[in-house]
């Protein structure tokens, strides 16, 4: 079975400063990883993927990720955040064939404070 | 349409009555998915429907809980005898083969 672990519940930042939302998965097959932003009152906006290639994958609004499979880690990244960035974040896993269900972390609430 | 949508966005109900909540997927997009928000219990898969194949229903919490997709379109989630429990966001997703999900905005249900 799969799962995706969040490490941190809430992280508080100012703006400007660098961040890393951390996530770690498990899983007996090849994975494809996702990262998901959640803004308030809003649907789910996927924010970057790693299906296959290179393990840096760049994504919107800055973002970038990093397929770390001997540490089972898929961390999230940004180098300078603003206020804007305030927002819940999903790191999800999706085993074996295309199509099947992601399996999501419980969330990191980031707030960005100036 | 140019995303997911979902309807409706809020739905209030008393315990023990039924409800339907409407998802319009992605044109030509053949998986759908259904998942609940709620708190403490993150985001949880609930049914998933592949084009003609039948569907995983291996994450629905009980029999009270059904889905059907007509056409290979449209879907609506039913749950039967509401529960204070029910209370959640519901989120429906569709995608192309071999492609991330795109979520729609979500039905805010309240059961009283």
């Known amino acids: 079975a799969q799962s995706v672990t969040q490490l941190d519940s809430q992280v508080p930042v100012f703006e400007e400063a660098p961040v890393e939302l951390r996530c770690n998965y498990s899983s007996s097959v090849s994975v494809y990883l996702f990262w998901y932003v959640q803004y308030p009152n809003q649907g789910l906006q996927l924010l970057l993927k790693y299906l296959s290639g290179s393990t840096l994958v760049k994504g919107i609004n800055g973002f970038e990720a990093e397929f770390n499979k001997s540490q089972t880690s898929f961390h999230l990244r940004k180098p300078s955040v603003h206020i804007s960035d305030t927002a819940e974040y999903f790191c999800?896993?999706?085993?074996?064939?295309?199509?099947?269900?992601?399996?999501f972390g419980k969330g990191t609430t980031l707030s960005v404070s100036s | 349409g140019a995303g997911v949508s979902q309807s409706p966005s809020n739905k209030v109900t008393e315990k023990g009555k039924d409800v339907e909540l409407r998802c319009d997927p992605i044109?030509?997009?053949?998986?759908l998915y259904w998942y609940r928000q709620s708190l403490g219990q993150g985001l949880e898969f609930l049914i998933y429907f592949q084009g003609n194949s039948a569907p995983d229903k291996s994450g629905l919490p009980s029999d009270r809980f059904s889905a059907e997709r007509t056409g290979g379109s449209v879907s609506t989630l039913t749950i039967q005898r509401t529960q204070q429990e029910d209370s959640a966001v519901y989120l429906c997703?569709?995608?192309?083969?071999?492609?991330?999900?795109?979520f729609g905005p979500g039905t805010r249900l309240t059961v009283l």
């Open positions: 999800a896993v999706r085993a074996g064939q295309a199509g099947t269900a992601l399996i």
């Open positions: 997703a569709s995608s192309s083969r071999y492609n991330e999900q795109f």
């Open positions: 044109s030509g997009h053949t998986a």
